[in-house]
């Protein structure tokens, strides 16, 4: 069973930047490369959403419209760490974020991730 792990969330004012960190381990199925690896928000009263997607093999990333420019999903097969550049943030963007795994194919729908991290918080302040 996967597990993952986030970290690097906090407060920070509008316009400011964080990075959040995903370290996933216990592949028991299949190498960490065959993974597509997903960040998702939900903030409160809304459905989960993602917000960006990489899959590690290949490198393709995707993102949803309203962080385009302005986030950046990238990963490090060394350390089976997944990173979220978050700048230039808005008080939108408050939500507790969650890391998902899934094998071969990325997606931003929730039901198809089979492995989620505990989730990690972020507040923009205005």
């Known amino acids: 069973q996967v597990q993952l792990a986030e970290s690097g969330g906090g407060s920070v004012q509008a316009g400011g930047s964080l990075r959040l960190s995903c370290a996933a381990s216990?592949?028991?199925?299949?190498?960490?490369?065959?993974?597509?690896m997903t960040w998702f928000r939900q903030a409160p009263g809304k459905e989960r959403e993602g917000v960006a997607s990489i899959y590690v093999s290949g490198g393709n990333t995707n993102y949803a419209d309203s962080v385009k420019g302005r986030f950046t999903i990238s990963q490090d097969s060394a350390k089976n760490t997944v990173y979220l550049q978050m700048n230039s943030l808005k008080p939108e963007d408050t939500a507790i974020y969650y890391c998902?795994?899934?094998?071969?194919?990325?997606?931003?729908?929730?039901?198809?991730?089979?492995?989620w991290g505990q989730g990690t918080q972020v507040t923009v302040s205005s």
């Open positions: 216990e592949f028991a199925d299949s190498d960490y490369r065959n993974y597509c």
């Open positions: 998902a795994a899934r094998l071969y194919a990325c997606s931003f729908f929730r039901a198809h991730y089979n492995y």
